[in-house]
């Protein structure tokens, strides 16, 4: 068994989980790669240098809030997208609305989000936002009915490509995932292929 004061060796063990991983690692995950005790200042250093023999190349090393993960930088995606066709999913702005209130002045109840955005946020709304893995409880309001607490997860910073809620964009950015003002809505009913629909939020789509 190779000795792992070979630091060369140790940065290519890590290198390679990261390369073949589907999730994102954190250190705690990669110490788990070793039956030595690697301390994590050493592997946070390796990770670092990784990072950078990386940099410029067409996929890069990136530190996210659950944990670090290579990925294609932003400019290869038109290129990528054509091996994989699929339209991701996009949402109404009630949806949007709602996660970025919570985004922005986490934690809230769903009572606070009302009052900001002046309408009442239905049921659907925050059940796209938690079957998304976007929000979560975590915890309740000391006022009678003790109404949930939301706070949005590390895999909606993941997924943004965020390591902290430092790195959010100003509100305005989020727009993109908004379904766009041609009239999501078609004659059938239907939502276009892609959007995510949202019956009892219908009056709150772009138009």
Same mark, same amino acid.
């Given at each position: 068994?190779? @000795?792992?004061?070979? @630091?060369?060796?140790?940065?290519?063990?890590?290198?390679?989980? *990261?390369?073949?991983?589907?999730?994102? @690692?954190?250190?705690?995950?990669?110490?788990?790669?070793?039956?030595?005790?690697?301390?994590?200042?050493?592997?946070?250093?390796?990770?670092?240098?990784?990072? $950078?023999?990386?940099?410029?190349?067409?996929?890069?090393?990136? +530190?996210?809030?659950?944990?670090?993960?290579?990925?294609?930088?932003?400019?290869?995606?038109? !290129?990528? %997208?054509?091996?994989?066709?699929? +339209?991701?999913?996009?949402? %109404?702005?009630?949806?949007?609305?709602?996660?970025?209130?919570?985004?922005?002045? $986490?934690? /809230?109840?769903?009572?606070?989000?009302?009052?900001?955005?002046?309408?009442? /946020?239905?049921?659907?709304?925050?059940?796209?936002?938690?079957?998304?893995?976007?929000?979560?409880?975590?915890?309740? +309001?000391? /006022?009678?009915?003790?109404?949930?607490? !939301?706070?949005?997860?590390?895999?909606? *910073?993941?997924?943004?490509?965020?390591?902290?809620?430092?790195?959010?964009?100003? *509100?305005?950015?989020?727009?993109?995932?908004?379904?766009?003002?041609?009239?999501?809505?078609?004659?059938?009913?239907?939502?276009?292929?892609?959007? /995510?629909?949202?019956?009892?939020?219908?009056?709150?789509?772009?138009?």
């Amino acid at each position: 068994m190779p @000795l792992f004061t070979d @630091l060369k060796y140790l940065k290519t063990v890590l290198e390679t989980a *990261l390369l073949t991983a589907q999730e994102p @690692l954190s250190v705690s995950m990669l110490k788990r790669l070793f039956t030595e005790d690697i301390k994590a200042a050493l592997i946070n250093q390796i990770l670092e240098e990784i990072q $950078q023999d990386w940099r410029g190349r067409g996929v890069e090393l990136i +530190k996210l809030s659950s944990g670090w993960r290579f990925r294609a930088r932003a400019e290869f995606t038109p !290129y990528l %997208s054509r091996l994989n066709p699929e +339209k991701p999913p996009r949402y %109404s702005r009630a949806v949007m609305e709602t996660l970025a209130i919570i985004a922005y002045k $986490q934690p /809230v109840t769903r009572g606070d989000v009302e009052a900001i955005r002046g309408v009442t /946020v239905s049921t659907s709304v925050v059940q796209t936002l938690l079957e998304r893995g976007w929000i979560e409880v975590i915890g309740h +309001k000391d /006022v009678p009915g003790r109404p949930g607490l !939301y706070a949005t997860t590390r895999k909606f *910073l993941d997924d943004l490509g965020f390591h902290s809620l430092r790195d959010l964009p100003p *509100l305005a950015d989020l727009g993109n995932l908004v379904v766009p003002d041609a009239g999501p809505v078609e004659a059938s009913g239907e939502m276009p292929e892609g959007e /995510v629909p949202l019956v009892d939020e219908a009056e709150n789509l772009v138009d």
